[in-house]
C-alpha cells in the first residue's frame, strides 16, 4: 500500500514542482507578504478571500479520524466575502462598540464586542517549556529501499513517498527569542505513513547533556534565565548553566559540541539532525537490529561566525526562519538524506566497547558508516504559524511496525513527558485531531470526549469485547499489520536507581571531537568557552570549567584558562588515547550553493547592464540576488528598471552569503549619524565611500565572506583597507567572470584560510 503515492501527497508534489519550474508571479525575490500587490487605497468592492501564496499549503484535507476528506484545503480556511460573527452572521461595524448614546457607556449587551474581546483573551495557548521558538514546513520523505532488509516499516519500503511536516526549533529561548543564539536545534520530522504517524524528534547535535530523563527539568532549569530576575533570555553564558554542567560531568560531550560551530547554524537548511537514541528495528522475519538516525543536507553543515550570530541576533532576530520560508518561496527546496548507522542486537547493547544505551556518547562513522535510506525534500511553507507551526505535537512514542524503542533511559522517559505536555499545552486529550496532527490512516481507537473533541463518533459500545456495535473494533495480528512490541527480554534485577558502569566515563567523546576538529574550529570552541565562562559571576564555577577541561585536553584547558586569567589545573583522570573522526569537522567539502543570499551593490552610475547581467545569472544559478544601493526604488526607471531590495541603511552584512560590487557609490543624502547611527559624522566627510557600505565590506571580510569586485568596485575594497588579492577576493573586468568565481567560493561557505590560528 505504501509503495502506492497517495493523491494527498501526488497533488502537494505536482504543486512544489510547479513552484520550481514557475518563474515566481511579481517579484522574483521572496518575502513579498501576500499573493496579489495592494492598492494604494483601501479596497471597498466586496470580494472572497485571496488563495495563498504559490508556496504556502496547509494540513492535507483528513478528517479528525484519519479519513481522507476530498476537501480542498481552502476550504477549512476563512470563507465568504463579507466579516460575520463567528456563527456566520454578517456584521456592519466592528470599529464601534455598541453605546447608549455616542458618548454613552457601553452595553452589556453588546455580543460581537464580547466575542472578538474573549476570543482575542483567548489567542495564546501556553508556549512549550523548550523548543518554544520554532520555524517549519511541509515536504515529501521518498525511501530508497535500502533499509527494507532490517525493518518491515512500509514507509521504508523501495520507492514509498510519504508526506511530513518538519519543526525546527532552539531548546531555552522563548517565542520572543532570537534566531540565532548559540544553542542546540531541535529538528522532529512527522511522517503521515499508511501504518499510522511516525515521529522522529531529534536535535542538531547527536548526544544530549544528561543520560537519564529524571534529570531533565534540572538541566532545562539550570540552562533557562535565573527565576529571581529571568535574566538571560536564550542562552546559556551565565553561572547556573555552568554550575549544572561543571557539577554533573556527564553534560561535558553535548556541551564542547554546543560550544563548537554547531551551536550557531548558519541555517535550518544547513544543518544535521540526529535522533540521539538507539532505536530497535525490526524486518519481516522477525529479526532485530539496533540503529542510530541521521539526517544530512544536501547543501553541507555550515555555520555562522561568533561576531555574525551576535549582529544578527540584534538586526534581523528571525534570520533562521525567513532563511527557510524564502528558501522554499525561492524553489530552493531543502534536502536532507535519512540515514542509520547498524549494529547488531547483541545482549549487551554495545558496540566496539561504546554503550549503545548511552545518550552522551557517539558512535564514529569511521566505525559505522551512515547508510542512506531516503531522501526528503521541503516544498511548502505553512498557510498558517498558528494552526501548523505553534500546534503540530510530536511525541517520541508515535511509531509504526518495524521501528521499536530501547532501554535507553533518557528515551523512556521521554515516552511518558512528551504526551504529557501535548495535553497541557493544547488543552486536552485531543490534539491528535487538530488538522496539522491528524494521521492519514482510518481511526477507530474507542477513546471519546474530553476538550475539545472535534469528530462526532456513533455507536453505543465503546469498549470491548463488544456485540452491540457488531465487535467493532477488532484487534489487529501480525498480519493484518498490527504494532507488536519486539518481545526484548528483560534482564532479572533488583530495583535500582542507578546507571551501568559503563556510563561513567564522561571525557573520551568529549576529548575525540576536541581532537576532530581543524584548527580553524578549535579557535571557535575557545573563544565560545572563553566568552561563556567570562559571562559567569563566580570564580569558583569557572575554576570547576577548568578543571572539566583540563580532563578533555590541556590545550584547550590552557587557552581558556588564559582568556580568563586563571591558573591551568591539572587532570584528574587519564586522557583517553581516541582515533580522531574527520566525520565531525564541518570543513574540506564543497556543497551546492542553492539559496544563497547575493548582495550586488551599485548606484546605478556604474555598469548598470552588468547589474543586471549578473543578478539574472544569479537567480539562474538558484541563488537569491539582492541589489543594494543608497536610495530605494528603481534604479534607471525609465529604461530597463532594476529595482532596489535593500539600501545602506537597511543592509547588514549578516544577510548575505557574498558581496558583489559594481561600482564605489559615494555618500547618500541619508549619510549623517541622526538619520542613521552606523554613520561616524566626522569621518563621513571626507570619506570618498558612503561609510555604511565600508562597514559591510569590513564585517563580511571579516566573517570570511567572498567578494567580488568590477567597474570601479576595487575602489571600494581600496577605501575599506581590503586587499583586492586577499583569500576570498576576486576583482575582474567583467560581471560574468567575476561571479563565476565567487559562485565557485560560495561552494566552501567561506574562505576559511582567512580565519589563521594561534600557533
Known amino acids: 500500500m505504501s509503495e502506492k503515492k497517495s493523491p494527498v501527497s501526488a497533488a502537494a508534489e505536482k504543486a512544489a514542482e510547479k513552484v520550481r519550474k514557475t518563474v515566481r508571479p511579481g517579484n522574483e525575490i521572496?518575502?513579498?507578504?501576500?499573493?496579489?500587490?495592494?492598492?494604494?487605497?483601501?479596497?471597498?468592492?466586496?470580494?472572497g478571500p485571496l488563495p495563498p501564496k504559490y508556496d504556502q499549503r496547509g494540513p492535507d484535507p483528513y478528517s479528525p479520524t484519519g479519513q481522507p476528506t476530498g476537501a480542498e484545503q481552502s476550504q477549512v480556511a476563512q470563507e465568504?466575502?463579507?466579516?460575520?460573527?463567528?456563527?456566520?452572521?454578517?456584521?456592519?461595524?466592528?470599529?464601534?462598540?455598541?453605546?447608549?448614546?455616542?458618548?454613552?457607556?457601553?452595553?452589556?449587551?453588546d455580543h460581537h464586542l464580547r466575542e472578538k474581546i474573549t476570543h482575542f483573551d483567548h489567542e495564546r495557548i501556553p508556549e512549550r517549556v523548550v523548543h518554544a521558538r520554532g520555524a517549519a514546513a511541509h515536504g515529501v520523505f521518498r525511501a530508497y529501499g535500502a533499509a527494507a532488509g532490517i525493518t518491515k516499516a512500509a514507509f521504508l519500503a523501495e520507492g514509498a513517498e510519504t508526506p511530513v511536516f518538519v519543526r525546527f526549533s532552539t531548546v531555552l529561548g522563548s517565542r520572543g527569542s532570537a534566531d540565532t543564539v548559540r544553542d542546540t536545534r531541535g529538528f522532529a520530522t512527522k511522517f503521515y505513513t499508511d501504518e499510522g504517524v511516525f515521529d522522529l524528534v531529534g536535535n542538531n547535535i547527536p548526544v544530549f547533556f544528561i543520560q537519564d530523563a529524571?534529570?531533565?527539568?534540572?538541566?532545562?532549569?539550570?540552562?533557562?534565565?535565573?527565576?529571581?530576575?529571568?535574566?538571560?533570555?536564550?542562552?546559556?553564558?551565565?553561572?547556573?548553566?555552568?554550575?549544572?554542567?561543571?557539577?554533573?560531568?556527564?553534560?561535558?560531550?553535548?556541551?564542547?559540541?554546543?560550544?563548537?560551530?554547531?551551536?550557531?547554524?548558519?541555517?535550518?537548511?544547513?544543518?544535521?539532525?540526529f535522533g540521539v537514541h538507539t532505536f530497535r528495528l525490526v524486518n519481516a522475519e522477525g529479526a532485530t537490529t539496533l540503529v542510530k538516525f541521521h539526517w544530512k543536507p544536501k547543501l553541507g553543515v555550515h555555520s555562522l561566525v561568533w561576531e555574525e550570530a551576535q549582529i544578527t541576533a540584534g538586526v534581523d532576530p528571525d534570520f533562521h526562519r525567513r532563511d527557510l520560508a524564502d528558501a522554499i518561496e525561492s524553489g530552493a527546496f531543502p534536502q536532507w538524506e535519512l540515514g542509520?548507522?547498524?549494529?547488531?542486537?547483541?545482549?549487551?547493547?554495545?558496540?566496539?566497547?561504546?554503550?549503545?544505551?548511552?545518550?552522551?556518547?557517539?558512535?564514529?562513522?569511521?566505525?559505522?558508516?551512515?547508510?542512506?535510506?531516503?531522501?526528503?525534500?521541503?516544498?511548502?511553507?505553512?498557510?498558517?504559524?498558528?494552526?501548523?507551526?505553534?500546534?503540530?505535537?510530536?511525541?517520541?512514542?508515535?511509531?509504526?511496525?518495524?521501528?521499536?524503542?530501547?532501554?535507553?533511559?533518557?528515551?523512556?522517559?521521554?515516552?511518558?513527558?512528551?504526551?504529557?505536555?501535548?495535553?497541557?499545552?493544547?488543552?486536552?486529550?485531543?490534539?491528535?485531531?487538530?488538522?496539522?496532527?491528524?494521521?492519514?490512516?482510518?481511526?477507530?481507537?474507542?477513546?471519546?470526549?474530553?476538550?475539545?473533541?472535534?469528530?462526532?463518533?456513533?455507536?453505543?459500545?465503546?469498549?470491548?469485547?463488544?456485540?452491540?456495535?457488531?465487535?467493532?473494533?477488532?484487534?489487529?495480528?501480525?498480519?493484518?499489520?498490527?504494532?507488536?512490541?519486539?518481545?526484548?527480554?528483560?534482564?532479572?534485577?533488583?530495583?535500582?536507581?542507578?546507571?551501568?558502569?559503563?556510563?561513567?566515563?564522561?571525557?573520551?567523546?568529549?576529548?575525540?571531537?576536541?581532537?576532530?576538529?581543524?584548527?580553524t574550529e578549535g579557535e571557535h570552541i575557545v573563544a565560545a568557552y572563553t566568552f561563556e565562562l567570562g559571562k559567569c559571576w563566580q570564580t569558583a564555577v569557572k575554576e570547576r570549567a577548568l578543571q572539566v577541561l583540563a580532563n578533555v585536553d590541556p590545550d584547550l584547558c590552557t587557552q581558556v584558562a588564559t582568556g580568563l586569567g586563571l591558573p591551568v589545573p591539572e587532570a584528574t583522570v587519564t586522557l583517553a588515547a581516541v582515533e580522531p573522526s574527520p566525520a565531525l569537522s564541518q570543513l574540506g567539502e564543497a556543497w551546492p550553493v542553492d539559496g544563497r543570499v547575493i548582495g550586488i551593490v551599485t548606484d546605478g552610475a556604474d555598469d548598470l547592464d552588468g547589474v543586471r547581467e549578473v543578478r539574472r545569472a544569479v537567480l539562474d544559478a538558484g541563488m537569491v540576488p539582492l541589489v543594494i544601493a543608497p536610495a530605494g526604488g528603481t534604479l534607471d526607471p525609465g529604461g530597463d528598471p532594476v529595482t532596489v531590495q535593500r539600501t545602506f541603511a537597511t543592509a547588514r552584512s549578516t544577510e548575505f552569503d557574498a558581496i558583489l560590487l559594481a561600482g564605489a557609490p559615494t555618500l547618500a543624502a541619508d549619510a549623517y549619524g541622526a538619520r542613521d547611527a552606523k554613520v561616524d559624522d566626522g569621518a563621513a566627510q571626507s570619506a570618498a565611500v558612503d561609510p555604511r557600505l565600508l562597514l559591510m565590506?569590513?564585517?563580511?571580510?571579516?566573517?570570511?565572506?567572498?567578494?567580488?569586485?568590477?567597474?570601479?568596485?576595487?575602489?571600494?575594497?581600496?577605501?575599506?583597507?581590503?586587499?583586492?588579492?586577499?583569500?576570498?577576493?576576486?576583482?575582474?573586468?567583467?560581471?560574468?567572470?567575476?561571479?563565476?568565481?565567487?559562485?565557485?567560493?560560495?561552494?566552501?561557505?567561506?574562505?576559511?584560510?582567512?580565519?589563521?590560528?594561534?600557533?
Open 30 to 47: 521572496p518575502g513579498a507578504p501576500g499573493p496579489e500587490a495592494p492598492s494604494v487605497e483601501e479596497p471597498t468592492e466586496a470580494r
Open 80 to 109: 465568504g466575502a463579507y466579516l460575520t460573527t463567528a456563527q456566520g452572521a454578517r456584521l456592519y461595524d466592528t470599529d464601534h462598540s455598541l453605546k447608549a448614546g455616542p458618548r454613552g457607556p457601553v452595553l452589556l449587551q
Open 214 to 273: 529524571i534529570k531533565f527539568p534540572d538541566v532545562i532549569h539550570a540552562g533557562k534565565p535565573h527565576p529571581d530576575r529571568e535574566i538571560p533570555q536564550a542562552q546559556s553564558a551565565h553561572d547556573t548553566f555552568w554550575d549544572f554542567v561543571t557539577l554533573h560531568t556527564e553534560a561535558t560531550h553535548h556541551t564542547l559540541w554546543n560550544m563548537s560551530d554547531r551551536g550557531i547554524p548558519r541555517s535550518f537548511r544547513m544543518m544535521e539532525g
Open 340 to 519: 542509520v548507522q547498524t549494529f547488531p542486537d547483541t545482549e549487551d547493547q554495545t558496540f566496539e566497547g561504546i554503550d549503545l544505551l548511552d545518550p552522551t556518547k557517539i558512535v564514529p562513522e569511521e566505525l559505522a558508516p551512515v547508510r542512506p535510506i531516503g531522501l526528503m525534500t521541503l516544498n511548502a511553507n505553512p498557510s498558517n504559524f498558528f494552526a501548523e507551526t505553534e500546534q503540530v505535537a510530536f511525541h517520541i512514542g508515535h511509531l509504526v511496525p518495524g521501528i521499536d524503542v530501547t532501554d535507553d533511559p533518557l528515551l523512556q522517559g521521554r515516552l511518558f513527558s512528551y504526551l504529557d505536555t501535548q495535553i497541557s499545552r493544547l488543552g486536552g486529550p485531543n490534539f491528535a485531531q487538530l488538522p496539522i496532527n491528524r494521521t492519514h490512516t482510518p481511526v477507530n481507537d474507542m477513546l471519546r470526549d474530553g476538550m475539545h473533541q472535534t469528530a462526532v463518533h456513533r455507536g453505543v459500545a465503546p469498549y470491548r469485547p463488544n456485540s452491540l456495535d457488531g465487535g467493532c473494533p477488532f484487534l489487529a495480528g501480525a498480519d493484518t499489520g498490527a504494532y507488536i512490541e519486539v518481545p526484548a527480554e528483560v534482564p532479572a534485577a533488583r530495583k535500582v536507581r542507578d546507571a551501568a558502569a559503563s556510563f561513567d566515563d564522561h571525557f573520551s567523546q568529549a576529548r575525540l571531537f576536541w581532537l576532530s576538529m581543524t584548527p
Open 697 to 759: 565590506l569590513t564585517e563580511a571580510y571579516r566573517h570570511g565572506k567572498a567578494l567580488g569586485a568590477w567597474a570601479g568596485g576595487a575602489d571600494a575594497l581600496e577605501a575599506a583597507g581590503l586587499p583586492a588579492d586577499a583569500v576570498g577576493v576576486v576583482t575582474g573586468e567583467a560581471a560574468d567572470t567575476v561571479l563565476q568565481s565567487v559562485t565557485g567560493l560560495l561552494g566552501q561557505h567561506r574562505a576559511w584560510d582567512r580565519f589563521i590560528p594561534a600557533l
